[in-house]
């Protein structure tokens, strides 16, 4: 049964904290994405990687940063938590064009 | 820029009965696939459909069906025959040339029985 495991389904955090947000998957996937969920505006990319230690930003990568050191995991880093980054995270991966990508339980963020 | 449009925020179907949720596309790629997930109130994300843009049969998957009309760019997920348990988010997704997703804003479907 494949699956995506995300370190935490709710987190709370003061705002200046560095965050790490965790995502492992067991399909020996090289695609991997970090989303974020908002209420009526669906989800966006901020990062993903096609493979280790390879990432590219997408479409709001300010104020986060990634980490993928193992195929298996691609982490995601608040380098200085703020309230506007409270959210729905949600870790994905895929095994390439076409396919569809497989979604962690998502981690919800609340930065006070 | 790509993008897909959902304008239903919010749709309400009776039990039994089919329901239409719709989904736009911008593109001028000839290449490209459309997904359609569900999110229940849990919180995770459901493949439900796929549909490639060469394909000429509308995709289908048990009670979900795809229909597909490239002309309009539109790719409306049907749900037939409505469970409760079919109360959730929507979300339609596209695909150009990268195995990247851009998603709409989702539609809250509620059934009633």
């Known amino acids: 049964d494949v699956k995506v495991t995300q370190s935490s389904r709710y987190l709370v955090k003061r705002t200046g904290e560095k965050v790490f947000l965790e995502c492992v998957q067991d399909m020996d996937h090289e695609n991997m994405f970090w989303y974020r969920q908002d209420p009526g505006l669906g989800l966006r990319l901020i990062y993903f990687s096609y493979d280790v230690k390879m990432k590219e930003k997408g479409d709001i990568p300010e104020g986060y940063s990634v980490s993928r050191e193992k195929k298996e995991r691609f982490s995601l880093i608040l380098e200085s938590a703020s309230t506007n980054q409270t959210s729905m995270y949600l870790c994905?991966?895929?095994?390439?064009?076409?396919?569809?990508?497989?979604f962690g339980p998502g981690t919800r963020l609340t930065v006070t | 820029a790509q993008k897909i449009t959902q304008t239903q925020p919010g749709m309400f179907v009776q039990e039994k009965e089919a329901v239409t949720l719709d989904c736009t596309y911008d593109?001028?790629?000839?290449?490209?696939?459309l997904f359609w997930y569900k999110q229940p109130s849990s919180g995770e994300m459901i493949f439900l459909i796929y549909?490639?843009?060469?394909?000429?049969q509308n995709a289908t998957e048990g009670r979900y069906s795809l229909n597909f009309q490239k002309a309009r760019k539109s790719a409306n997920l049907v749900i037939s025959a409505s469970q409760l348990g079919d109360s959730a988010m929507y979300f339609c997704a596209s695909q150009y040339n990268t195995d990247k997703l851009i998603f709409g804003t989702g539609t809250r479907l509620q059934v009633f029985p």
């Open positions: 994905a991966s895929t095994g390439g064009i076409g396919y569809e990508q497989y």
């Open positions: 549909q490639g843009s060469y394909d000429e």
């Open positions: 593109t001028s790629d000839q290449s490209y696939g």
